[in-house]
Nanobody, 121 residues
Framework: QVQLVESGGGLVQAGGSLRLSCVASGSIDWVGAMGWYRQAPGKQREQVATISSTGSTNYADSVKGRFTISRDNARNTVYLQMNGLKPEDTAVYYC???????????????WGQGAQVTVSS
């Protein structure tokens, strides 16, 4: 069994910063690509940022220059540093990862439970 647990969400004023963390735990052999997605009320879930196991990153145009994704492979953890937050960044943020479980040689795509980020104007 594998779990992804997010933390660090909350309420912040426009222009402020938050840092999200997501830890993968359980019977993990290897963690591949990790990423952050978000879903605002009434909208579809969208990709925010992804990072490969070797550190290559990709960002949505709407967050480029404001958000930074990073990871700590030793801790199976991915971070999202969010600066210059805007009200339109308000959403539930979900962690995602491709994980190889011990004894099962293939990737399973896993999701966290989500962390609420609210940006007030």
């Amino acid at each position: 069994q594998v779990q992804l647990v997010e933390s660090g969400g909350g309420l912040v004023q426009a222009g402020g910063s938050l840092r999200l963390s997501c830890v993968a735990s359980g019977s993990i052999d290897w963690v591949g690509a990790m990423g952050w997605y978000r879903q605002a009320p009434g909208k579809q879930r969208e990709q925010v940022a992804t990072i490969s196991s070797t550190g290559s990153t990709n960002y949505a145009d709407s967050v480029k220059g404001r958000f930074t994704i990073s990871r700590d492979n030793a801790r199976n953890t991915v971070y999202l540093q969010m600066n210059g937050l805007k009200p339109e960044d308000t959403a539930v943020y979900y962690c995602n990862a491709d994980i190889v479980r011990i004894g099962i040689p293939r990737y399973f795509n896993s999701w966290g439970q989500g962390a609420q980020v609210t940006v007030s104007s």
